[in-house]
Nanobody, 126 residues
């Protein structure tokens, strides 16, 4: 399985921006679809965004569509999540995940992912 390490989280004011990064090691990064999920205190982990292995197709949760953008650089074994117009309700621990499910649209269900990072905290103040 691929190992994943997230970075880029922090404290930001509402309306601000952050860019998360997730670096993969121990596997062939370009053979995985990648996703971002988040988990707020007391809530279940939820889908945020996903991207196919070549980066051609992306998918977003309705709550972040138009504000967040997922991208990947296969040469750097890295997937990014650019977050803009952040809201207090975006506060959560953000996790990246790798999926060997490479046929069809970007996977959006947790069960479709094989490897997970440890998460990075994003806090948006009002």
């Amino acid at each position: 399985q691929v190992q994943l390490v997230e970075s880029g989280g922090g404290l930001v004011q509402a309306g601000g921006s952050l860019r998360l990064a997730c670096v993969a090691s121990g596997g062939t990064f370009s053979s995985y679809a990648m996703g971002w999920f988040r988990q707020a205190p007391g809530k279940e982990r939820e889908f945020v965004a996903a991207i196919t292995w070549r980066g051609v197709n992306t998918d977003y949760a309705d709550s972040v569509k138009g504000r967040f953008s997922i991208s990947r650089d296969n040469a750097k074994n890295t997937v990014y999540l650019q977050m803009s117009s952040l809201k207090p309700e975006d506060t959560a621990v953000y996790f990246c995940a790798a999926s060997a499910y490479v046929h069809g649209p970007p996977p959006r269900f947790m069960g479709e992912y094989d490897s997970w990072g440890q998460g990075t905290q994003v806090t948006v103040s009002s």
